[in-house]
């Protein structure tokens, strides 16, 4: 893994990143030249505008301000999309619609732009999952596709979840280990070394258990 660090966000539903999550990136992005977000709801511009701005003052009120921030959607041509990812100093997959946003790195041809990046790889909720060797959108499909890889984990965000959605997760990890992610929960990744931070489970057919460094180490890629 070529990345300074790798991070997989719940979600934070407050708008603001607790002190240890904070504590983790302070560490790492010293030069915040260029945050670049990549969208989930790639025809949203208001949204994604309005959601950019407010991820961005996460930062800024941890003193981690950029001194530019962009958005990747519909709206960016190939050739841009391709000189932000290659020159951003953090790469943010944002929440929303896994489907579209896969769909939307595969169609601006970023999957190995991105997967080849030496900065720092962040990811919340839907962005989290497809970060992950296999993403299962269950509110789309059942059926496992290829995400980025930077870790053997298939993620499912915003965890305890109504019955209907938990059954659905159920069914899945009876053929892929799923990790439930609480907000404001994240694993960290670095070089050979996972952090985790909050409260995060693994399903393991049906059954659920508080996620162990064991469970972490068997997710190296």
Not at 65 to 74: C, E, S
Not at 89 to 111: E, H, V
Not at 160 to 185: A, F, H, I, Y
Request: hydrophobic residues 40%.
């Amino acid at each position: 893994m070529n990345t300074k660090l790798i991070g997989f966000f719940s979600g934070f539903p407050t708008h603001h990143f607790t002190d240890d999550i904070a504590d983790i990136l302070k560490q790492e992005l010293v030069f915040r030249n260029s945050l670049v977000f990549v969208s989930a709801w790639p025809d949203d511009y208001t949204q994604n505008d309005d959601d950019s701005d407010g991820m961005h003052k996460m930062f800024e009120e941890r003193n981690m301000a950029f001194t530019n921030h962009y958005v990747i959607d519909h709206r960016t041509t190939t050739d841009e999309a391709m000189n932000l990812i290659r020159d951003a100093s953090c790469i943010f997959l944002m929440g929303g619609n896994a489907t579209l946003q896969i769909q939307l790195i595969r169609d601006k041809g970023l999957l190995d732009a991105i997967r080849q990046s030496k900065t720092v790889i962040l990811g919340v909720s839907a962005g989290a999952m497809n970060m992950g060797k296999h993403t299962v959108d269950i509110y789309e499909s059942l059926t496992p596709y290829d995400g980025l890889g930077f870790a053997d984990i298939t993620v499912k965000a915003h965890y305890p979840l109504e019955e209907e959605l938990l059954q659905k997760v159920k069914q899945v990890s009876m053929e892929l280990p799923v990790c439930l992610m609480e907000n404001e929960s994240a694993i960290f990744i670095k070089q050979d070394r996972f952090i985790q931070i909050g409260r995060i489970h693994l399903m393991v057919k049906g059954e659920i258990h508080p996620l162990t460094q064991k469970d972490l180490k068997r997710m190296k890629i």
